[in-house]
């Protein structure tokens, strides 16, 4: 390093020069220069002709310019004086010499080393975490950034195809002198629209037909029949589903159930068979609850943004705050990936940790997408606010009047105290609150649903607000306090020591069953105490005695009790696994063993000097798995009660009846649904994450979008509201200057159409994704969306009306003369010169197969069904099963998907991992595949029930092949088939021709 020794006269030189450079002679007079902005004016000049040969790979001559450490630390500058900096010296030679850096490309001009002379002498200010990083590879120029071309379709040729898409395919395969391929059969035809618009096959009769209708419009027709079918919405849903990465648990560790995020699930195949005009498809599923909150369907769209998996044990469970930072950026992650590869098909989460490498995208505007949806939590939400606050008003209207009226029964029959009503907050005459529990950790009143309890201490007794209720605890071995007077419950057996839930006035989590014997302790009429081993209650029976008194007057406070309950257990397991204990002031008055198949009837006088009443569940010793220990009913009641007069009848019979009329009234009153989506809460600040990683924070950042230039563009600063941040978001992703999102959908109708996209990389139209093969019919396609006031439906009916969709799938095209064979030159069918074969989604393929049994469901929305039995547990385990009632026969898109245990057969058929966006499915042959068509339980039930159709028809065996022929693959055999086929039937029966043609070629592919 060179130093240097300025004296007083030249530093007030090199002041007055800087000075006089910083200021500048203008018409109206003096201007102070604008201070150098080092983002966009110095960190392109070290990013251009610098950080080649110093960044922090590669440090020539030790130095780095990605960070300001290294011109700092090496004393290469010396704020605010230039004339000292190294790095001056080494960029800048007089006299007409070559400057020593950079020893490769091209010097910085004149006006480049005045802008880092100036900056050094403001003091060298270099923004706090800013990393210069590499140019992308692509800039504002790349094709998909630019605006759509105004272009119409090329004129056609003598005797070509004068639809707009044909020309278009047409005019490159003359280029390319190929011929276009025949159109395919009419049978051909009908199966290729039936499964690529609905994703059902045709049935024979309609195929039969479609094949002798003479009406030259029939294509038409059956195009215009299929679009208008409920099934295309189901169809259709099903491919957006696979970008959303819908799934109805939340994944990870512990890969919990969402029980409403099917309401989403709807709502797309809603809007896609309504036509949702796409640009209201988008706004809605990312700002929808802003746009229209009291509008259901505009509400629920919005489960779009938490469709994702979402880490439940990093962002509820871990206690490590360092943890929870680390899921909620990867939480925040999946919601901006999502939004922006789904609409624009950008990998925009390649700038979580630098700048992307090959799209024009900067790490800070990474940052500013995250600021959007700071504000966003997934969770269960109500639909409606609104709603959701009159069904309150009018709930807890119709509660207090059958509180009162239960409170008033109460003063005439002398039914007694409900303790189960007293542990839901109640007075213990029906003002308790269903669900309503006591931590027995605390002793604290809550309703929010727990599983295994954290932070135990066995043994220790919490006091509760409750006048009638004493304390909880979780108890200990042998022996344990169980009241504020430190009265010690002996005896009790060992047990895990571990604690599940709250003990509930009703049910506790996950609780299997509350029929005990013959009575759902659940159901109106009945109440219990829900107490999952291990825990404990103890009551104060001085103010049950109180409480009594004051509802029959000819008692008093000392009038001896009894308490009375019918004892359940609430789990699976049948053998006697969980104990329960009553106690009376410390002494043990009933003790069981019970399990599934077992209820025990308690009834304990408690005389007048008995203080406390304790119940108490333990595990047993064998582990606290299912152990839901349930007191049915329980009630302390006066041993005597007074005669009811006339009078008093009279009232009850009254009482009674408006008992009845509150009870169906608020039977009937039914709440706003609920689904799985996002709620709104005050935004945390954001900051550019240095490295993506949480622990260390940069500069703060404000919500904004991408604009593939230096300019930021920002929907506003850190104090913009949380909604409309989503809504300028929304906004700008559908604005019509932004034309990546009507090419990238059309280009995914395209390659869920034809199975490969006019760009191949649905998902990634930057750099690292693949040019378009016909980039002038994208933009055409992309403005015609707009044109037809983004209808989706119309570009399909375009697409499919198109002779290039109608082509033959064929491989041994006819060449004429002079022209070229597309095999030796388009063997990968890029430009289109037939039909491309496809195979069926695992989806597809079931569905088809329960339509040709017969056995297809096709009950339309609401919770998707459940293919396998579910246990509770940490980890909960899905086990699977075959499907053999008419529920499991639905459509598949009603399939409740579970992301860590997925459905062995449809992942044999590549279904994919609903925790990974996908945007093209996978197509793998495997003989698993096969093995799963031919010997799965599924595909043997169902050809069994096919061959029982066959056989109900026709005893004659040829009309039965002919028959499965028909069905399976839409056409008769041929040739040889009918001689294996006889031979087959005749040798193994019926079932194996079945099971053989669902597992051809023919049926899983189209085409």
């Not at 080494?90 to 007409?96: N, S």
């Not at 278009?168 to 025949?182: E, G, V, Y």
């Not at 709502?267 to 309504?274: C, E, G, K, L, S």
């Not at 939590?377 to 509180?403: G, I």
């Amino acid at each position: 390093m060179r130093k240097c020794s300025l004296s007083r006269v030249q530093r007030f030189t090199q002041l007055c020069i800087f000075c006089l450079t910083a200021w500048g002679s203008t018409t109206g007079g003096w201007s102070i220069a604008a201070p150098i902005d080092f983002e966009t004016e110095i960190a392109p000049i070290f990013q251009q002709h610098c950080l080649h040969c110093h960044n922090e790979t590669q440090k020539g001559g030790e130095l780095s310019l990605s960070f300001a450490d290294g011109l700092m630390e090496l004393g290469h500058v010396v704020p605010g004086d230039p004339q000292s900096s190294y790095l001056v010296e080494t960029i800048h030679a007089a006299d007409g010499e070559t400057p020593s850096m950079p020893e490769e490309g091209t010097p910085l001009n004149d006006t480049q080393v005045d802008l880092v002379r100036r900056w050094i002498a403001e003091g060298a200010v270099w923004p706090d975490g800013f990393e210069i990083q590499h140019k992308a590879k692509a800039d504002a120029s790349w094709w998909s950034l630019q605006e759509l071309a105004d272009i119409s379709p090329p004129e056609p040729s003598a005797g070509q195809s004068s639809h707009p898409i044909d020309r278009f395919i047409q005019h490159r395969l003359a280029q390319a002198k190929i011929a276009p391929s025949p159109p395919a059969d009419r049978r051909t035809l009908i199966r290729r629209l039936s499964m690529d618009l609905i994703g059902l096959p045709p049935t024979p009769e309609s195929v039969t037909a479609f094949v002798a209708d003479p009406n030259p419009a029939a294509y038409e027709e059956l195009i215009d029949r299929l679009l208008r079918s409920k099934h295309f919405g189901e169809r259709w849903a099903r491919h957006w589903l696979d970008i959303a990465h819908y799934g109805d648990t939340h994944g990870f560790e512990r890969d919990k159930l969402r029980e409403n995020a099917w309401h989403y699930r709807d709502y797309v195949i809603r809007a896609f068979n309504d036509d949702m005009p796409y640009d209201q498809f988008l706004r809605q599923q990312i700002a929808g609850d802003v746009i229209d909150p009291e509008n259901e369907n505009s509400v629920i769209a919005t489960g779009f943004l938490a469709a994702g998996p979402w880490d439940f044990v990093g962002q509820v469970e871990a206690k490590s705050l360092v943890l929870r930072r680390a899921a909620r950026a990867l939480d925040l992650d999946d919601m901006v990936t999502q939004v922006l590869t789904s609409t624009m098909a950008m990998t925009v989460n390649c700038a979580r940790c630098h700048d992307h490498k090959l799209d024009p995208i900067k790490q800070k505007e990474y940052y500013q997408l995250v600021a959007v949806f700071a504000g966003v939590q997934r969770q269960d939400r109500v639909v409606s606010q609104t709603a959701q606050e009159a069904y309150n008003a009018s709930k807890t209207r119709l509660e207090s009047a059958l509180a009162e009226i239960e409170s008033k029964l109460q003063h005439l029959t002398g039914r007694g105290i409900d303790l189960a009503d007293v542990v839901g907050g109640g007075n213990g005459f029906g003002s308790g609150k269903k669900g309503q529990g006591i931590d027995p950790r605390t002793g604290k009143s809550e309703e929010r649903s727990l599983n295994a309890l954290d932070d135990r201490k066995p043994g220790q007794f919490a006091t509760c607000d409750a006048s009638m209720i004493d304390g909880v605890f979780i108890p200990a071995f042998e022996q344990t306090q169980i009241s504020s007077t430190e009265l010690v419950a002996a005896g009790l057996p060992k047990h895990s020591n571990r604690a599940w839930d709250l003990i509930r006035n009703g049910p506790v989590a996950s609780q299997f069953s509350t029929t005990f014997g013959s009575i759902d302790f659940a159901a109106a009429g009945h109440s219990m105490i829900g107490l999952h081993a291990n825990a404990g209650i103890t009551f104060d029976l001085s103010n049950i005695r109180a409480a009594l008194a004051a509802v029959d007057p000819t008692q008093d406070s000392a009038s001896p009790v009894r308490f009375t309950s019918t004892v359940g257990y609430g789990g699976r397991t049948a053998q006697p696994s969980a104990e329960f204990h009553v106690y009376i002031d410390g002494e043990q008055v009933a003790r069981d063993r019970i399990g599934r198949h077992d209820s025990v009837s308690v009834e304990v006088l408690l005389e007048r000097d008995k203080r406390f009443l304790t119940l108490i569940s333990t595990d047993g010793g064998n582990g606290y798995g299912h152990d839901q220990v349930s007191f049915g009913d329980p009630r302390v009641v006066l041993t005597s009660a007074s005669e009811l007069t006339d009078e008093m009848k009279e009232r009850q019979s009254a009482l009674l009846a408006d008992k009845t009329r509150l009870q169906a009234e608020l039977e009937s009153l039914q709440p706003p649904p609920q689904f799985f989506g996002v709620q709104s809460k005050a935004p945390a600040p954001v900051h550019v994450l240095l490295r993506g990683d949480p622990e260390s924070p940069g500069p703060e950042v404000a919500p904004g979008g991408l604009t593939w230039s230096q300019s930021p563009l920002l929907f506003g600063d850190q104090s913009m509201p949380e909604g409309q941040r989503r809504l300028a978001l929304a906004n700008w992703i559908v604005a019509p200057e932004n034309t990546l999102t009507a090419r990238v959908i059309v280009n995914r109708l395209w390659h869920w159409h034809f199975g490969k996209g006019i760009v191949d990389t649905p998902s990634d139209f930057g750099f690292g994704g693949s040019q378009p093969s016909h980039p002038e019919l994208l933009d055409w396609l992309a403005a015609e969306l707009i044109r037809q006031k983004w209808s989706l439906k119309a570009i399909h009916r375009l697409i499919v009306t198109s002779q290039t969709y109608r082509q033959t799938s064929r491989l041994e095209p006819d060449v004429a003369a002079g022209m070229q064979d597309p095999r030796e030159i388009d063997v990968d069918n890029n430009l289109l010169w037939r039909m491309n074969s496809r195979r069926l989604e695992a989806e597809a393929v079931r569905d088809s197969v329960l339509a040709i049994t017969g056995k297809l469901n096709l009950a339309m929305h609401g919770p998707g069904y459940r293919d396998f039995d579910y246990q509770e547990a940490y980890a909960p385990i899905y086990t699977y099963k075959t499907a053999d009632s008419a529920e499991l026969w639905r459509r598949s898109v009603y399939r409740f998907i579970v992301r860590t245990s997925p459905s062995p057969f449809m992942t044999a058929l590549d279904c994919p991992d609903s925790a990974n966006l996908t945007p093209k499915r996978n197509v793998t042959t495997t003989a698993l595949q096969s093995l799963a068509m031919f010997n799965n339980a599924f595909m043997l039930q169902q050809s069994s029930y096919l061959a029982e159709n066959l056989a109900s028809e026709t005893t004659q065996t040829d009309e039965q092949i002919q028959l499965a022929f028909e069905r399976v693959l839409v056409r008769k055999p041929v040739g040889q088939e009918w001689k294996a086929a006889r031979q087959l039937v005749a040798e193994h029966g019926l079932l194996h021709l079945c099971r053989a043609l669902f597992n051809a070629n023919e049926f899983i592919w189209l085409d």
